[in-house]
């Protein structure tokens, strides 16, 4: 039976509850147990699939399909354990699943409560798999005190009374801002926050305060007294240069032995931390610095490439180099030339997205790329960007476009080398979509098997002609252009198992020039970089050394 521990955030949001879980986990991982971590969001969305990036950052998708919170992807890269749709929930998909029992009369008539019915059905969430692993680490999302999130603190206050006795504990994630003018760090916001979390029934076992420096002994005794918490209980959350030096700092602060501690789990096995130090090594001892350039439309919130950003940084840790990140706005070039924003950079990178605005500056740097010889990388929409512009610039198709921009303006305007996606197949079945079905879910989600094309600069990179990488996309390259494309030097070199539908194009004449229909971002890690990620800055690295 798996022990559990629920991380819970008070004072402000955004104080890094996901990446404190996830350190947790690696540190959990390091002593030779087992985990699993799981994300419940209070939120009334059923998935983040629908919202916006400027709303909520990006959306991870895990191998079974799921649309998640970024958290999951912090979940991943630090554990390396594989998340699945169970292991995240919000309050959207609670209420959904109970008012669907409520119409199919599974209640018998009675009413429908908060308590138990809604609680319940999150207690029921929670123990999923319960005997697969040593421990459950359950991040809530917002901050006590939040009215949606309410139900979850219910829900987990209840189940760790539902349990034997020392098989749940909580850990509480605040804020200790420091006033300048005073010369103090505060400890009063933190007090408040464990007094709301106390008033709905739940103690605190381990305090995981944010600070810019340490805490001071009397201000640790303070908090441990006012908190009703052990002085070694609280640990100090330092800011990083880097979220990869989390584990290794948080061992430092003594937040594993707390969290043993608490279980009464004694004697504790030895962690072997040596691949947090080989990681925080590459880090922080790089031998030169690359500059790549993301060309995208939501520049101004960094978290909605994030899986990118952090791939890129794995991609570096490999070949023992420093990535310098540009966030370019794609709209700056619109209808501009791309060379003033592009000169300069080793690589570009141009992602994912939806809808039309940016896309014809992704084209033109998809251009630039392609002509001025850097190495470019175009991830799902950046992929059919790339298509597009070979399309129009080589192949002579003037009027190349893409349907999703023809069905948003209302009006046919592009010759549509890509298309609406109808109809794929899906392990052993087929699936059908139309233009006009819901937005949520419904896209090509998941993993999927794709075959390389032997020779091939991808099977190369690689190592071998049969892969899986998660997809999240409704538009896709149509197979029809792919003759009159690979006429004008554009190579299809990878493809679904059946033929149909193209995952990967590169210009063989292009020293590093490939787009993915997939998003490999999602499956890298820092002890485990993405090949194309690691081949991508191998080859900025070398143009960084010729210029």
Not at 175 to 197: D, F, N, R
Request: a negative charge; hydrophobic letters at 40%.
């Amino acid at each position: 039976m798996a022990r559990y521990i629920f991380i819970t955030g008070g004072v402000v949001s955004s104080l890094g509850k996901g990446l404190a879980s996830a350190a947790l986990g690696a540190l959990l991982q390091a002593r030779g147990f087992s985990v699993r971590l799981r994300k419940l969001d209070p939120y009334l969305n059923v998935d983040p699939g629908t919202m916006s990036p400027f709303e909520h950052g990006e959306v991870f998708v895990t191998d079974d399909g799921a649309e998640t919170d970024l958290d999951l992807g912090h979940y991943e890269r630090f554990t390396g354990v594989a998340a699945r749709k169970t292991d995240s929930v919000s309050s959207g998909r609670v209420y959904s699943t109970v008012l669907e029992k409520e119409r199919r009369g599974d209640y018998l008539g009675k009413t429908i409560q908060v308590i138990p019915h809604v609680t319940n059905e999150i207690k029921d969430f929670i123990n999923i798999g319960d005997d697969e692993v040593d421990f459950m680490l359950c991040e809530i999302g917002g901050t006590v005190g939040d009215i949606e999130g309410l139900p979850f603190f219910e829900a987990i206050r209840q189940f760790s009374q539902d349990k034997p006795r020392g098989q749940c504990i909580f850990m509480h994630l605040t804020l200790l801002p420091y006033i300048k003018a005073s010369g103090e760090l505060k400890t009063k916001p933190t007090q408040h926050s464990v007094k709301e979390l106390r008033s709905i029934g739940i103690a605190p076992d381990i305090l995981v305060c944010r600070s810019e420096g340490p805490i001071p002994v009397k201000e640790r005794e303070k908090l441990a007294l006012f908190c009703n918490v052990r002085p070694e209980s609280v640990i100090a959350a330092q800011d990083l240069s880097t979220i990869y030096d989390a584990p290794l700092a948080y061992h430092r602060e003594g937040m594993d032995q707390a969290v043993l501690d608490a279980f009464q789990i004694s004697p504790a096995p030895k962690p072997d931390l040596s691949k947090w130090e080989d990681v925080s090594d590459r880090i922080h001892n790089a031998e030169g610095e690359v500059k790549v350039a993301i060309v995208g439309k939501y520049t101004q919130l960094e978290d909605a490439y994030k899986s990118i950003a952090e791939a890129l940084t794995h991609g570096g840790m490999a070949n023992r180099v420093r990535v310098k990140i540009e966030w370019v706005d794609a709209e700056l070039f619109d209808n501009a030339d791309a060379a003033p924003h592009l000169d300069g950079f080793h690589a570009i990178v141009v992602p994912g997205g939806f809808g039309e605005r940016g896309t014809e500056g992704k084209i033109k740097a998809a251009e630039f790329a392609r002509t001025h010889k850097v190495p470019y990388l175009g991830i799902c929409l950046g992929m059919q960007m790339a298509v597009i512009e070979a399309a129009r610039n080589v192949a002579g198709l003037k009027a190349a476009g893409s349907e999703e921009f023809d069905h948003e303006a209302g009006k046919k305007r592009f010759e549509p080398v890509v298309y609406h996606l109808k109809e794929w197949v899906q392990g052993n079945h087929k699936v059908e979509r139309k233009v006009g079905d819901d937005k949520g879910g419904t896209m090509r989600l998941g993993a999927y098997d794709a075959t390389l094309k032997e020779g091939s600069r991808v099977a190369e990179v690689y190592g071998r002609t049969a892969i899986d990488e998660r997809h999240r996309h409704r538009y896709e390259v149509d197979i029809a252009y792919r003759e009159q494309l690979e006429r004008a030097g554009l190579c299809f070199s990878g493809m679904s198992p059946d033929g149909k539908l193209p995952e990967i194009v590169e210009w063989s004449d292009h020293p590093w020039f490939i787009g993915v229909q997939f998003h490999p971002e999602l499956k890298s890690k820092p002890f485990e970089p993405h090949p194309l990620f690691q081949d991508f800055v191998r080859a900025a690295r070398d143009v960084s050394r010729l210029v």
